[in-house]
Nanobody, 126 residues
Framework: QVQLVESGGGLVQAGGSLGLSCAAS???????????MAWFRQVPGKEREFVAS???????YYADSVKGRFTISRDNAQKMLWLQMNSLKPEDTAVYYC?????????????????WGRGTQVTVSS
């Protein structure tokens, strides 16, 4: 079982920056390095939304709404995933979830991910 623990959420003013971290465990470094990883977000009453993903080759994909503002990265040796969020907007307010998939590619659908963290709240004030 892969465990994912997010951290770094909080309250920030519009235009500000925030960095999220996700610590993975439950598999060896070599195994986790082959996983696809992603960030999703969700607001109450809405479906979980894709934000960004990174494959085992470090290929990346971003939702159009965050492209140019957010950066996803990973460090396989540390079993860590990050999301750097700049130029934040009130509409970025959501619970952000880290996800992992043994399939390896940078999938954009939540159905492709088998493991999920509990989420961290990000609130952007106007």
């Amino acid at each position: 079982q892969v465990q994912l623990v997010e951290s770094g959420g909080g309250l920030v003013q519009a235009g500000g920056s925030l960095g999220l971290s996700c610590a993975a465990s439950g598999r060896t470094t070599s195994t986790l390095s082959s996983y696809g990883m992603a960030w999703f977000r969700q607001v109450p009453g809405k479906e979980r939304e894709f934000v960004a993903s990174i494959g085992w080759t470090h290929s990346t994909y971003y939702a159009d709404s965050v492209k140019g503002r957010f950066t996803i990265s990973r460090d396989n040796a540390q079993k860590m995933l990050w999301l750097q969020m700049n130029s934040l907007k009130p509409e970025d307010t959501a619970v952000y979830y880290c996800a992992a998939s043994p399939r390896g590619w940078a999938a954009t659908s939540s159905a492709q991910y088998d493991y999920w963290g509990r989420g961290t709240q990000v609130t952007v004030s106007s």
